[in-house]
């Protein structure tokens, strides 16, 4: 058993198919836990923006309630695998709230109460502005990832520093030679194939920003606005962690500035210790991507698209694909199922940002799929605006779905 990808989904991967006894590897093309998993602000939530109430008029019981314990039980699984490790585990309630419109927070209580979770509506809030309340959830938690994938590698046999190319009829070629394994998980963040899954028409990339600030007040719990465009919050080892300032990849956003603005306004005396940033796959529904590859890649599987919520959705992953896999039924098969239609607006849009790309007459190119690359002047990179891929002003390979380094292109 082969699984490329050595963020969180793959560690865990690994770790669940190890404990049924099957024989598996990881190839990570650079340093474990180095991409997005090192990035995520790791909160541990069933409770992902208003989802439960949209999930139910557009998809129905099924789904919605499907998706609801699913994450209950990767929430649980934490809960229990954290317990023997070390890795500042904290239990918090947690809040997605709204500067408008109560009614559909109002809402999403009565949706998450009704497929079988636990909300209340919550009227007063900690946060240096007016809400509308909050949808809150109890006794959700927020860790360190990276302490408990770094434990769980330990026993497991990872290959960092190199790379999967491409899959062969046996197995996968990387940039060492090859491997032969009769079945395979890709699992890094974008799916690199495009031959099978249409996963570049199925997904963009978003991407967000984080300040880690001292002297800002604890807030005593995790904080998402309803909106995309919004703010999220939540307190580490004496910071409060800010987030926001989102935008495609590739495209123009509010970025560390806006956060910065916020916080001179509402935490005068705070001071910004850390910066950082990451990206997110986002679905056409909503729901991530973990099964099958594609119909005409049998022994092949996924997990991908998590919309911002990597940490429970790597977790739901693990186990849906241990099943697989190992030839067990999972009840949650079809809710995530890669599949499923991509009769959707968002194809559309995909699709023009697609074309858009092919069809721009500049230099430098993705080499993904020949996009017309921009240039991040604020991270000083090359970000693609088709499918979210990112360079080094020398042309290395930051972020996939592009799965080799670009020639040095010219700055400016």
Not at 64 to 71: I, M
């Amino acid at each position: 058993m082969l699984i490329i990808g050595g963020g969180m989904t793959g560690i865990l991967c690994a770790y669940m198919l190890q404990k049924r006894g099957v024989d598996c590897i990881l190839c990570e093309a650079e340093k474990i836990c180095g991409g997005v998993t090192q990035n995520t602000t790791a909160k541990l939530t069933i409770q992902h923006g208003l989802f439960y109430e949209k999930t139910l008029c557009r998809l129905g019981k099924t789904v919605a309630q499907g998706y609801l314990r699913s994450q209950t039980e990767a929430l649980e699984e934490y809960r229990k695998l954290c317990a023997d490790y070390f890795c500042d585990w904290e239990e918090v309630d947690s809040f997605v709230y709204a500067k408008k419109d109560r009614r559909s927070l109002e809402e999403e209580v009565s949706a998450i109460n009704a497929l079988g979770g636990t909300a209340r509506f919550a009227e007063h809030l900690p946060l240096p502005f007016g809400t509308e309340g909050a949808v809150c959830v109890p006794q959700q938690a927020q860790f360190h990832p990276l302490k408990l994938a770094y434990a769980l590698a330990k026993r497991l046999r990872i290959f960092e520093n190199t790379r999967v190319v491409e899959l062969t009829p046996n197995g996968a070629r990387t940039d060492h030679g090859g491997i032969r394994a009769k079945r395979v998980v890709v699992a890094t963040h974008f799916p690199f194939i495009n031959r099978h899954g249409l996963y570049f028409l199925k997904m963009y990339q978003h991407r967000s920003y984080v300040l880690g600030l001292e002297d800002a007040p604890n807030l005593g719990g995790m904080y998402v606005d309803a909106a995309m465009d919004g703010l999220s919050f939540r307190n580490y080892d004496g910071m409060l962690l800010l987030g926001g300032g989102a935008h495609r990849t590739g495209k123009r956003g509010g970025c560390w500035h806006e956060l910065e603005q916020f916080a001179r306004g509402h935490y005068s005396n705070a001071q910004v210790r850390y910066r950082w940033a990451t990206q997110d796959c986002m679905t056409l529904d909503g729901l991530p991507y973990i099964g099958q590859y594609s119909k005409k890649m049998p022994h092949v599987y996924v997990a991908t698209g998590y919309n911002k919520w990597g940490m429970t959705s790597s977790m739901v992953a693990a186990m849906l694909l241990a099943d697989l896999v190992t030839d067990r039924k999972n009840p949650y098969a079809e809710v995530y199922d890669p599949s499923r239609s991509v009769l959707h607006w968002q194809t559309a849009v995909n699709l023009l940002e697609s074309a858009k790309g092919i069809l721009t007459p500049t230099v430098p190119r993705c080499p993904h799929l020949g996009c017309a690359l921009k240039y991040n002047r604020l991270e000083h990179s090359w970000d693609c605006p088709c499918h979210g891929s990112r360079f080094t002003e020398d042309g290395r390979l930051i972020e996939n779905p592009a799965n080799r380094n670009k020639g040095k292109p010219r700055s400016g």
